[in-house]
């Protein structure tokens, strides 16, 4: 039983990198002909030439399309929720941190929730510091080697799990100090805690805190789940004396760079939105068919996306809408897309065009979105408003992407504009 639960917790913790199959299309002078629908055409045949249209009317629209046909509508119910601090030491990290660790408790409908998010807040600031908010996968305990974190509580249902979850501590770390030296506080949260991902994971998720859904092939699973708990993290941020809450900042890398770019386009408490090799059903453009496709993502995950989604498996071209207007709902705020060359699976093209196409919104603002339809090459980040980069490698978060998003807040936030007082 050990070993299945630590073949178990191997597999959670490497879930992000996947096999890719070989009928996919790889080759794009296969890519078809297509024509992506107009950001800034009303489904009524308007054109957008303002602010004021696009966000009375346009963005409206768009955010209901994706929800009806994609992702589910978000329901309108809350549900109560209480936090404990269960974990505290102000100098972890060697002393460069104050780490907490702060349990959720989400209850509705006479049944609980919990989840467990861990913060890390440097202790070297003079005011507010700006958040990196962000789901991991393979549990609190796998991002550090930090003893004191505990494990999340998706993992408090496997039989006899103690030696065997201790045994992937620290395996999949996140560059903390990386972060918190360049002034800025992360929380991070399992999440698997929001909803279990996979098929029957609905019940033990945040779904079942709410009134029985009579959204049909419209209601949301876990894609718009794990967007609405990044809300709720948030919600416990802005209350911080620490948090700058004008400076919040959603990275998701993989399925979370899905689940991020769709609590962005809702949430725009969000003032950065980070998607890290996100692919099909996140940045990258449904229509040009390459890499993932519909049809693969909504058989191999049904309870990621609603069920209306999975009637374009293999009509791609039927779709009435495509990934550049997700983007595009992020605007005016900052977009950052990233791609890996060894990813193609995530099709690196397909997100680069899925944020050029989203340009035209930020233009509205007067921003600088991407400029040319041209990719820029390996490690030439493009740091406009929306910016993008594309780095040798396989699919993961590495160093080298930590970095630029660091550059690029920094960038947003004028941070380095003048000496940083705690430096
Ligand atoms: C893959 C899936 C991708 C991506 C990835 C991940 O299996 O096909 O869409 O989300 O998982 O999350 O690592």
Redesign the pocket.
């Known amino acids: 039983m050990k070993r299945f639960v630590f073949l178990l917790l191997i597999t959670i913790v490497f879930?992000?990198?996947?096999?890719q199959p070989s009928e996919a299309n790889y080759d794009e002078s296969r890519v078809p002909h297509y024509t992506l629908p107009d950001l800034l055409t009303c489904q009524d045949g308007t054109v957008v030439t303002s602010v004021r249209e696009w966000e009375r009317h346009r963005r409206p629209e768009l955010l209901r399309q994706l929800a009806d046909g994609e992702y589910g509508r978000t329901p309108k119910g809350r549900v109560r929720v209480s936090y404990d601090i269960v974990g505290q030491n102000a100098q972890a990290l060697n002393g460069l941190a104050t780490q907490q660790q702060v349990l959720f408790t989400f209850t509705g409908q006479g049944r609980q929730v919990k989840a467990l998010a861990l913060v890390y807040i440097p202790n070297q600031r003079s005011g507010r510091v700006p958040v990196f908010i962000g789901y991991n996968?393979p549990g609190n305990h796998a991002i550090t080697d930090d003893p004191e974190v505990r494990f999340s509580p998706f993992f408090e249902r496997l039989p006899d799990k103690d030696s065997a979850l201790e045994r992937t501590r620290g395996m999949s770390r996140w560059p903390l100090s990386m972060i918190l030296e360049r002034g800025y506080a992360v929380v991070t949260m399992c999440y698997n805690d929001i909803y279990p991902d996979n098929a029957d994971g609905a019940p033990q998720s945040i779904l079942s805190l709410f009134p029985a859904n009579t959204d049909g092939e419209a209601r949301w699973q876990a894609l718009g789940a794990w967007a609405w708990g990044s809300s709720r993290i948030a919600d416990w941020v802005c209350r911080q004396s620490w948090a700058d809450a004008h400076k919040l900042i959603l990275i998701g890398?993989?399925?979370?760079?899905?689940a991020a770019l769709w609590a962005g386009a809702q949430d725009t408490r969000f003032e950065v939105v980070i998607s890290n090799?996100?692919?099909?059903?996140?940045a990258a453009l449904s229509k040009r068919e390459f890499g993932?496709r519909v049809g693969?993502?909504t058989s191999?995950?049904p309870h990621w996306f609603c069920p209306a989604f999975s009637q374009y498996a293999g009509r791609e071209q039927q779709l009435p809408f495509d990934q550049h207007q997700l983007l595009a709902l992020i605007a005016p705020r900052h977009l950052y897309v990233a791609s890996a060359e060894g990813d193609q699976?995530?099709d690196p093209r397909g997100e680069y065009l899925g944020a050029y196409h989203a340009s035209p919104a930020y233009a509205l603002y007067g921003l600088r979105g991407l400029t040319s339809s041209d990719m820029p090459a390996l490690h030439q980040p493009i740091h406009n408003h929306v910016a993008y980069h594309i780095r040798a490698g396989r699919?993961d978060v590495t160093d080298y992407d930590w970095q630029r998003y660091l550059d690029y807040c920094d960038h947003a936030f004028g941070i380095g504009l003048s000496p940083r007082p705690h430096l």
């Open positions: 879930t992000a990198s996947h096999a996968f890398h993989s399925r979370q760079g899905k090799e996100s692919g099909c059903g996140g993932e693969r993502i191999s995950f699976w995530s699919h």
